[in-house]
């Protein structure tokens, strides 16, 4: 339906931060979607979207409020409490009351079209701003749950790897990334989370430091990792981040010729060119200190 592709387009232009592009579509979604508008709406409803077009979101988002407590459960109180939790997640950065709000607005319409695009918002509120990666995981993953065909169940899935990774749950981050790979192979998600399996494994590494043991076998399985996506995907964008990440993994295992090699190939590929000369002056500088 149009209005769900537009809402889609509202949360893609929210990641891009193009906030002006989000709000446009955010009120043709609100006010002409709904079927309201200001000449119908009463007066408590023209005196917040006043408020609103003043630049008084604070102002605006109370005068909602008082709608929504009038009238909870018809369509202008449902309305007013979608404009007040947008209002608040986009223009004044309270995102946890955002949330609320919109988890309520959405317990009210679930046989409305909107309800599934206002659902993703909920979780990219609390994975992108809020940074609840639990809260994120259980979110996505009932979406998951509700609707197994949707076409943003590879991001989802995606967004419960990297949730489970945030919140140093390594092993299960893995498993996330590698079930997707599987269910979604075709999928770009599959592609990044091929990726981020060899990140997840070096940084797993980083978490047991010394010269042997668990840090020094995830970063093999690291390795294996990477190279795995490079044979998988040698076209890829983050082909030189996956060879960036063998070249670490070699560093951390103390092969610093082979890691030396690695870095120096990276000299015209790698997006950060100063990043690899440190690198190459660090091995230097350990291997000086050596031959002392």
Not at 3 to 21: E, K
Not at 241 to 266: M, P, T, V
């Amino acid at each position: 339906m149009p209005q769900i592709r537009t809402f889609r387009a509202l949360l893609l232009s929210v990641r891009d931060g193009v906030i002006v592009a989000a709000l446009l579509v955010l009120v043709s979604i609100t006010v002409f979607g709904s079927g309201c508008s200001v000449n119908n709406a009463k007066k408590s409803y023209v005196l917040a979207e006043k408020l609103w077009n003043d630049g008084k979101y604070a102002a605006s988002v109370a005068e909602f409020e008082k709608i929504f407590s009038k009238d909870p459960n018809g369509p202008l109180g449902q309305q007013a409490l979608f404009r007040a939790a947008t209002t608040q997640a986009f223009f004044l950065s309270q995102h946890g009351e955002a949330v609320r709000k919109l988890k309520i607005y959405v317990e009210q319409n679930r046989d409305k079209p909107t309800a599934w695009s206002v659902q993703q918002l909920i979780g990219e509120l609390l994975f992108s701003k809020l940074e609840q990666y639990d809260l994120a995981s259980l979110h996505y993953q009932q979406l998951v749950k509700e609707n197994p065909k949707a076409a943003e169940v590879p991001e989802f899935l995606f967004r419960i790897g990297k949730s489970e990774f945030y919140a140093a749950q390594f092993d299960e981050a893995i498993k996330s990334y590698r079930a997707l790979i599987k269910a979604h192979p075709s999928s770009p998600w599959a592609e990044k989370a091929a990726y981020e399996v060899g990140v997840t494994y070096f940084t797993r590494g980083e978490q047991h430091p010394g010269g042997s043991g668990p840090g020094m076998e995830a970063y093999q399985e690291a390795i294996d990792s990477y190279q795995g996506f490079l044979k998988k995907f040698p076209k890829s964008e983050l082909v030189p981040q996956a060879q960036f990440g063998i070249a670490s993994c070699l560093e951390e295992l103390d092969q610093l010729d082979a890691a030396y090699h690695s870095y120096e190939a990276l000299k015209s590929t790698y997006p950060s060119p100063k990043v690899i000369e440190i690198k190459l002056a660090r091995i230097r500088e350990r291997k000086t200190q050596r031959s002392r």
